[in-house]
Every structure is written in C-alpha cells, then in structure tokens.
C-alpha cells in the first residue's frame, strides 16, 4: 500500500519525501484547495520546484484542488488545473463533477483522483465518477467501516485511499456546514474549516477559552490536553448535560488495522495534515513508514509516540471501528 | 542548570539597552541568512507579533515591515497584533522548525492570542525556512565561527534533549 503524505509549504514537502512518502499531496496558495490557510501552500514556481524534487527521487506529487468552484469564478479552477497538469502533476484531486468534467474534457491523459470532499461513499457514486471521469482513485470519507470499505471495493473498478492517521473530521465530507454556520466560511467552498480570521484565544481566570465567530466552543482547564477550535469538537451545555455533542478533540490513528485495510482491498494510506509544521510531517511520516514494515504486534510502541502531537493527545480508531457513542 | 535559568538572572539585572542591542545584531544576522523569512506574511507583514519567553523577564517585538526587533520588560504595557507564549527553549525550537506547534498547543506548552491569521501566517513563514541557529548566528564569531558553531550546538542539543 502506498503511504501519501501531506504539505503545506517546499520544506514540508522535502521532509515528506525524505521520511518515506511514496506519494506527497500538496496545493496552490488561494482558494482552489481545502488547507487554504494563511502562508500556506505553494506558489506556481514553489510547485514546479517541488515536482521536480520528487521526481528526482521518485516520488509522486498530487495536487489537491477540492474546493467547489464558485459560480461566475470558474477560471479560478480551470487555471489552477491547467498550471497543476502542465507542471507535471501526477494526479490532480478533485471534488466538483463540474472540475472533473473540465479535466478530463481538456487533459484526457491527466490522472484524477476524487477528494474526500466529493463525499462519494457508496459503490454507485464511485462508479458514476469513474465511468463519467475516468477517475481511477477514490479517497474514501472517515465516516465508514473497514467492513463497509471491504464492501465498496469488492463493487468497484478503481483504487481506494483512506485517511489513517491525523485530523479526524467525523462529518460527511463536503457536505459540513457547521464552519458556515458560525463564521460565513467553510472549507467546501473557500478551503477553510473554522478560519483563523474568526478564531480567538482568550483567559478567563485559569481557563482557556476557544472561541469561533461569536460561540465559544470550549473551555479548557489548567494543563488540560485542548484540542482544534472547530464546532464538530466543541463541548456544549445540552439540556442537563455538559460535554462533547459530536466527537472529542482527538485523532485518527488506524495504524492498528493495516492487515485489515489490505484485505479490505486500500491501494493507499493518507495522512492529514497539509496545514502541521514540517517537524510533525516528517515525525509522522517516518513513524508510519516504519509501522508499515515492523510486525503488528510491535506497531502499538512505535505508533505511540505520535500521541503528544496529536489533537487532545490522544488518537481513535473512529467509524472504521465504529465505537462511537 | 536549565539554559533560561543560567539567562533570566542576568537579562533581569542589566539594562535593557545593552540587551537590545545584543538581541537586534542577532536578528539582523538572522535577516541577512534568510533574506525571505518574511515572504510568506503577504499581508500581515505589518502586524506587530509579541514573543514570550516564560521564563525570561523580557518580551520580544517584532514588526516584519521594519524589520525590526524591541525588547521590553515584562512589566511593561505592550501592544502587539498577536502573540506567542512559551519557554524560551521551545520559542527557538519553534523558530528553526524543530517543533510542531499545534503539538505545542494542544499540550498547552505553548499560547497564543490576538489574530490567528497573522499567527499562521508567521508560523508558516518561519516554517518554511530552513534556520539553524549555531550555523547562521556563528558567523558573527569572525575567525572563532567554527568553534561558536561548535559551542552552540551542543547548548542547543542539551537544550532540546531538556524539553523532551
């Protein structure tokens, strides 16, 4: 199984592909991708650069541009595809149908992937993209069982890439509108999840206070693990009760399940992260890289110390284990 | 003896002047090693950032635009668009991309107030520059570079085998 990895800047990238990646995924600096935060990301030239590193080293770039096109903004997309298939990308992943429609009428030859954005989830989704796009990889949502990928699989004709480690987003992918709802901003259609312009940090005696547009979403006591300022981890007064409406600050870790997921038929294992420091990618990456190679019992130690860099310090197995609440 | 602790007795006693003096030859060097530390700012380049050793009695201004650095006391009343609070050992971590920050955050080693965009924008500038502490500021030492060099960056492997 391939191990694809993330960056958010050149240096992420060169640590990325140094530590193990087989294949780095990577985006432009506006909003055609979903880590459209700011600083990150790559210009054009950045691209070029980095493109050519890996394949120096012989290693794939994927360049992300799953946000969805605005209409009467069209050519935002359609230039940032054009730049991406002439640098030489080795496949571009996409979430709108009307994007992928556009590349593959343009560039026949260009491989395509379908983002998790495009919330394709089921055999009949999957099909549809792969009949009417060619799409030949499909990034599955973090919302299903390994049974239920074993399922998929077994009904479809192209490969399957799943997250398994890094930011846990327990929504249906390109489908959430809690960032919306709260700050006008979602990462469907500007790249961004709870945006930093909207994010304030602030002390109320020895708590933290997270707060996103005008809600504060947690409270964080003295020395207390915290985790992403987003609505989907926020805690919340319901009724009598106080506590995680929807999911813990937590991460994904589904290192644990390797044989699984191999049976289950993944070409490819993603991690999240475009918008962590290059010390986080090259951490993970390696750690990953070496979990892949060691014997399943001897995974757990090794995989261990990715906790501490984790949201909240700790990790899950999510839906692919489906022990949720 | 902890680095910052062998540090804040003295930078606590001298006059800030001196100090300053000091901490502006080093960021200038920093400047001339990585004339494009500020590229990726874009519009935040003329935010003030605050940087908060701690355990340090001094706090450092930067203004990009400038550039330039200031210290004050942390007595002082100080105004900054955003700001960051940690050990100083974990702020130089930071600074040469030995660290994550969000790892930093979520663990509460480190704090963060003010405008979050400019906080990203500056970590992801910082991020993506390749510092090295002991390589770029030894230079400073003329014909005693090597052996600064040297020096340097056995503190510093002390100095993060202590935060670990």
Same mark, same amino acid.
């Given at each position: 199984m391939e191990l694809i990895c993330p960056a958010g800047t050149p240096a992420a990238f060169r640590q990325a592909v140094d530590a193990g990646a087989d294949a780095v995924y990577c985006g432009f600096r506006d909003e055609t991708n979903a880590r459209n935060f700011p600083g990150l990301n790559f210009s054009r030239e950045e691209l070029r650069e980095a493109i050519a590193y890996g394949r120096r080293n012989d290693y794939q770039t994927f360049v992300a541009l799953n946000t969805f096109m605005r209409a009467g903004d069209e050519e935002i997309w359609y230039r940032a595809a054009s730049d991406a298939v002439n640098l030489g990308a080795d496949a571009l992943i996409l979430a709108d149908f009307g994007l992928m429609a556009h590349v593959r009428e343009r560039y026949p030859e260009q491989r395509l992937h379908v983002s998790?954005?495009?919330?394709?989830?089921?055999p009949e989704a999957i099909n549809f993209l792969v009949e009417a796009?060619?799409?030949?990889r499909v990034v599955l949502? &973090?919302?299903?069982?390994i049974a239920d990928i074993a399922r998929i699989k077994r009904k479809v004709s192209c490969e399957i890439e799943i997250f398994v480690f890094g930011g846990l987003c327990v929504m249906a992918e390109g489908r959430c509108s809690l960032s919306s709802y709260a700050t006008g901003k979602s990462p469907n259609m500007n790249g961004v999840c709870s945006p930093a312009s909207h994010v304030r940090y602030r002390k109320e005696g020895t708590l933290m206070l997270s707060e996103l547009g005008e809600f504060t979403i947690n409270k964080f006591g003295p020395g207390e693990a915290a985790g992403y300022p987003t609505l989907c981890k926020g805690r919340f007064d319901i009724g009598d009760a106080s506590g995680y409406a929807f999911e813990d600050p937590i991460s994904l870790d589904v290192m644990g399940e390797i044989e699984a997921l191999k049976a289950a038929g993944v070409s490819a294992l993603k991690i999240e992260g475009?918008? &962590?420091g290059k010390a986080y990618v090259a951490e993970v990456v390696s750690t990953l890289r070496e979990a892949l190679s060691t014997e399943p019992a001897a995974r757990g130690p090794l995989l261990a110390r990715l906790k501490a860099m984790s949201e909240g310090q700790r990790t899950t197995a999510g839906a692919y284990e489906k022990r949720w609440r | 003896m902890r680095l910052t602790s062998l540090l804040a007795m003295p930078l606590g006693a001298l006059p800030i002047i001196p100090v300053q003096h000091v901490a502006r030859r080093l960021f200038q060097r920093l400047l001339e090693a990585h004339?494009?530390?500020?590229?990726?700012?874009?519009?935040?380049?003329g935010c003030r950032f605050s940087f908060t050793p701690t355990d340090l009695p001094l706090i450092f201004l930067v203004e990009p635009g400038g550039p330039t650095l200031s210290l004050k006391r942390k007595r002082a009343v100080v105004s900054a668009d955003a700001g960051v609070e940690a050990p100083l050992v974990m702020l130089l971590a930071l600074l040469e991309g030995r660290c994550d920050a969000d790892a930093l955050f979520f663990s509460r080693d480190l704090q963060v107030s003010g405008d979050m965009e400019a906080i990203l924008a500056l970590r992801n500038a910082l991020d993506d520059c390749d510092i090295d502490l002991p390589r770029d500021l030894s230079q400073l030492g003329g014909p005693l570079a090597p052996l600064c060099a040297k020096f340097a960056t056995e503190v510093r492997r002390r100095a993060l085998k202590e935060m670990a």
């Open positions: 998790v954005q495009a919330s394709a989830s089921n796009f060619e799409a030949k949502p &973090r919302t299903l069982t475009r918008q &962590r | 004339p494009d530390l500020f590229d990726r700012l874009g519009e935040y380049r």
